[in-house]
């Protein structure tokens, strides 16, 4: 689960770690009063979205004064910004975040990650702050430090050192770049998150460290126990799919290809989005229905499969085990009856009670094919959509 920069903000400065002040605007009409906690002659106004690159879409702007400060917000609440994380469709931005400028001298890069290869926890820094650590890894491999260490009460001295060692800060910025390496580390810690990020971590030019820009994700296996982050999470920035799919407890990720995928268990999901790849088509879909789905929660994949107007089949793949391959079916005439089902279907059974299962399906006057296997069924489907 994602939350906004400003609920991460307000996260780290809970645990201690020094942000920027700032407000946080849902409605133009709060503005004028909400400005009046902020100080100085520069304010930065930024979009609110889960997503990266606002700036350069337009969602990071640097004001010098409050006339400006309110123009901006009024051109930018409500506007729909296109990065290169949001998609053609890009997202709607329904809040602000504006906060006193900063005077910045450095910039770095820091982030505290669960490294799960490992089994530890994992602090990335570099020297090269407010770029994208994927084209610095890249380019500038040199630039980049990794500290791995092992779950624990508190981090070491001697962790410390080593994570902060490429910033190369004197001792007073050190000391607080220490209460922001060990705020990251709680964080990770007690509220279940799996990365936290701060791009960028300044010095300024008054020698204080500041958390500029964070962005914090949450394990959602983990979120049942944590109710003050589930709080936080904001509908209107997910997939209304994926909403609905976790609805149904269905694993659900919607992607950009035009073949809808069902099928039970992780693994089998990825091997049968391989296989539409090597045949030449796209997934559109990631969907695990699960070990033990009922006919009810089958109806309800199917339909959300049918729900992504870019569908233009659907391969369905079982390996019955709890699952029974009859349960299967009978859900997916249900649905492809109640829905007039118009794609081509294409189902591979196997497993328990998969005679059965084929037998609903023959018996169901529907016009569904079946394959023997996953290749042949990754087969079919493309060549039926074709």
């Known amino acids: 689960m994602n939350i906004h920069e400003h609920q991460a903000k307000e996260l780290l400065k809970e645990f201690g770690a020094p942000v920027s002040n700032g407000i946080v605007i849902f409605d133009l009409k709060d ?10 002659d520069k304010f930065v106004v930024k979009a609110q979205i889960h997503a990266g690159g606002r700036g350069k879409a337009g969602g990071v702007k640097l004001v010098s004064d ?12 409500g506007k729909t910004l296109i990065t290169h994380q949001t998609g053609k469709d890009g997202k709607k931005v329904k809040r602000l975040y504006i906060e006193e400028a900063s005077e910045i001298s450095k910039e770095f890069y820091l982030s505290c990650l669960v490294d799960r290869a490992s089994d530890k926890i994992a602090f990335i820094c570099s020297t090269e702050g407010g770029m994208d650590i994927e084209k610095v890894a890249l380019e500038n491999p040199e630039k980049i430090i990794t500290t791995k260490v092992d779950l624990k009460d508190t981090l070491t001295k001697q962790d410390l050192k080593q994570i902060s060692k490429i910033f190369q800060l004197g001792d007073s910025q050190e000391k607080e770049l220490n209460i922001v390496i060990n705020s990251l580390y709680e964080i990770l810690k007690q509220k279940d998150a799996s990365l936290i990020e ?7 030019k008054t020698n204080k460290i500041i958390c500029l820009d964070a962005k914090i994700n949450f394990d959602d296996n983990a979120i049942y126990r944590r109710p003050e982050i589930l709080a936080l999470r904001d509908l209107n920035e997910e997939e209304p799919a994926e909403i609905e799919a976790s609805k ?3 694993a659900y990720i919607k992607l950009d290809g035009n073949i809808g995928c069902m099928v039970n268990g992780a693994g089998l999901a990825m091997a049968t989005m391989d296989i539409i790849k090597l045949y030449g088509e796209e997934p559109a879909n990631f969907l695990d229905v699960g070990g033990g789905a009922s ?6 994949a199917f339909k959300l499969i049918l729900s992504d107007e870019n569908v233009k089949g659907i391969l369905i793949n079982i390996f019955g085990g709890i699952m029974r391959c009859d349960v299967l079916a009978q859900g997916v005439v249900e649905a492809a009856k109640e829905t007039k089902l118009e794609v081509p279907l294409v189902v591979r059974l196997a497993g328990t009670n998969f005679e059965e299962g084929k037998k ?10 079946s394959a023997v296997d996953l290749n042949d069924a990754a087969k079919k489907i493309v060549e039926a959509i074709k």
């Not at 006919?295 to 309800?300: F, H, I, M, P, Y």
């Open 31 to 40: 503005l004028d009063k909400k400005i009046k906690f902020l100080k100085g």
């Open 66 to 77: 409050i006339q400006s400060l309110k123009e901006e917000a009024k051109k930018m609440l």
């Open 198 to 204: 701060i791009n960028p971590l300044i010095l300024t």
């Open 248 to 250: 149904n407890d269905l």
């Open 295 to 300: 006919k009810e929660k089958v109806s309800a």
């Open 360 to 369: 609903i399906l023959d018996d169901s006057g529907l016009r569904i094919l």
